[in-house]
């Protein structure tokens, strides 16, 4: 019933840019917490950003000034536009919600979060 899709990764090079989006569906993103998280491989999933349900953003100290999250109630999406993107910023992105959005961490996630499938974003030139 409740669903999410993540879709707009790819390769890119270091220094480029993407935009994810986040399709919601069964429920309202404005009516929760929405995050982003990203898992490298060997490393445990972390979070990335998160939109409040006001509207604030919050950011990992590792993306602040490169990342911004939006969301477009009209289309029940969120979007994480990406740029001056790093190597170290390659893995699979998730969205999640509900989602506690945190100012050093970006997002944490429960035992309550539910998941799109992700989309896997690789950079390197």
Do not use: H
């Amino acid at each position: 019933q409740v669903q999410l899709v993540e879709s707009g990764g790819g390769l890119v090079q270091p220094g480029g840019s993407l935009r994810l989006s986040c399709g919601a569906s069964g429920f309202t993103l404005e009516d929760t917490a929405t995050g982003w998280f990203r898992q490298a491989p060997g490393r445990e999933r972390e979070g990335v950003s998160c939109i409040s349900r006001d509207g604030t953003a919050y950011y990992a100290d590792s993306v602040k000034g490169r990342f911004t999250i939006s969301r477009d109630s009209a289309e029940n999406t969120v979007w994480l536009q990406m740029s001056s993107l790093e190597p170290g910023d390659t893995g699979v992105y998730y969205c999640g919600a509900p989602s506690i959005c945190t100012y050093s961490t970006g997002s944490y996630a429960s035992p309550q979060t539910n998941w799109g499938r992700g989309t896997r974003v690789t950079v390197s030139s």
